[in-house]
């Protein structure tokens, strides 16, 4: 329901912010790794949610770059680990070396944050060790993509191209808008260049 907040960081705590946008403020809870990316009180910011609607209340959660929503994302999929869980993972390092962690199956690693024990470290690795894998494998050819650039590229085979056209079209594109540009910028450009 919620994508993204543009406006004014009014609150910042270590597990939570409020966000003012134009005289409403939001809650959001956030992960430590979020909370030292985000800029002093009183700034403007822009920061991702996922909304969360449960039985009695709806959460919003925020992330500053896109590679954490995409692994909260990831991780609430697990059985048994819910959007707490996730962000205490989230929180204990950043999210790049929490795929190689889980791609290399490091379950000990894992299983030493506070709150996750070696069980959750298990499925967390069951579930999600193809993906960090995948994400982890190094490309043969052509230049390291970003994270909205690897969306796009699996965004373009979910819609039937090969991986070589999706790459292709999405190197394409970002010539095209530049290396900043959203997943869904690129999705659209790419499809043109197809």
């Not at 960081?9 to 005289?23: E, H």
């Not at 925020?62 to 995409?70: K, L, M, W």
């Not at 894998?133 to 699996?154: F, I």
């Not at 292709?168 to 808008?177: N, R, T």
């Amino acid at each position: 329901m919620y994508e993204h907040l543009d406006g004014l960081l009014s609150r910042k705590g270590a597990t939570d912010a409020v966000v003012d946008v134009q005289g409403l403020g939001y809650r959001i809870e956030i992960s430590l790794h979020t909370a030292r990316l985000l800029p002093a009180e009183g700034s403007r910011c822009h920061v991702l949610l996922h909304h969360r609607i449960q039985e009695d209340k709806a959460r919003l959660f925020g992330f500053v770059a896109e590679d954490e929503r995409e692994l909260f994302r990831e991780l609430i999929t697990v059985p048994g680990v819910g959007p707490s869980t996730a962000m205490t993972l989230l929180s204990s390092k950043p999210p790049q070396e929490l795929w190689s962690l889980i791609a290399g199956e490091a379950l000990k690693e894992l299983a030493k944050t506070r709150g996750i024990g070696p069980r959750t470290a298990q499925r967390v690795c069951a579930e999600l060790a193809h993906k960090a894998k995948r994400r982890a494998a190094p490309r043969p050819s052509g230049p390291v993509l970003s994270v909205a650039a690897e969306d796009a590229v699996r965004a373009l085979e979910v819609l039937g191209s090969s991986e070589q056209q999706a790459e292709k079209a999405v190197a394409a594109a970002l010539a095209e808008l530049g290396p900043e540009a959203r997943v869904e910028e690129l999705v659209r450009s790419a499809l043109r260049h197809l």
